[in-house]
């Protein structure tokens, strides 16, 4: 089910793109607007542009990233490429504006069902979460920062017209990404086990967070257990949950937001 609302997030993409950006030289944000970009001023198509651009990126993320991420990403930029590719280019309105507008919310409300499900769409998200993993600059921060630039590569390559829509769109998308999956919200996750030393080494080898180990006792059981306490973002609620439930099925696992962070978020 989760893959299955992957691709339908990359075909309201896809839609998004072909039927309201791309035929007025509007750019989406991350990797999808740069292939955007390089298919307006090459005869090449779209979603191969954004197939070749994203595939460094996603062998990358298996290394820094995990299986899990990589696979759902390759999922996600696979299933939009083709979507893309197939998908005709077709100008829905003779309006700039309304264009923008749809174009901008379709697009956000696909890439928030992607981020649900899928962690990451791949491009630079797997560039602002690695960042944000040895810093505490949040990922929503990153990837403002770095669509910013295909602003003004619009401006420069295009016109500042276009650079403006371009501009309205990336900030369309990014409200309907918050209204369906607020990316850089952290949570704290505790996790209640038996098997604390397995589970603390495996994530220690995979997510670059810091652990607090303290130990309890079953109230009923009065077994000895292990609590695992770990600040962390969504993107690496899925990873963490695998990881504990391939040690301890029987773990308890208590997930909530986190208000402020004060200290280092990543471990050293």
Known sequence: MKNVIIVIGSLIVAFAFNFFLVPYGILSSGISGIAILVGLVTPFNTGLLNLLFNLPLVV?????????????????????SVFLYLLPVVQVTDNILLSTVFGGALGGIGVGLILKFAGTSGGLDIIAIMISRISNVSIGLLLTAM????????GAVFNWDIALYTLLSIYLTGKMIDTIFTNHVKLTMQIVTTKGDLISEDLLHSIYRGITITEGFGGYTQEKKQIIMMVVTRYETLQIKKIVRKHD?????????TVEVDGNFAHN
């Not at 290394?63 to 996600?76: A, H, Q, S, V």
């Not at 099925?249 to 937001?257: G, S, T």
């Open 60 to 80: 990358l993320g298996y290394f820094k990233l995990g299986k899990t991420i990589t696979i759902n990403t390759m999922i996600c930029v696979v299933s939009l």
């Open 147 to 154: 669509n910013g630039v295909i602003v003004l590569i619009s």
């Open 249 to 257: 099925e029987h773990a308890f696992i208590n997930i909530f937001e």
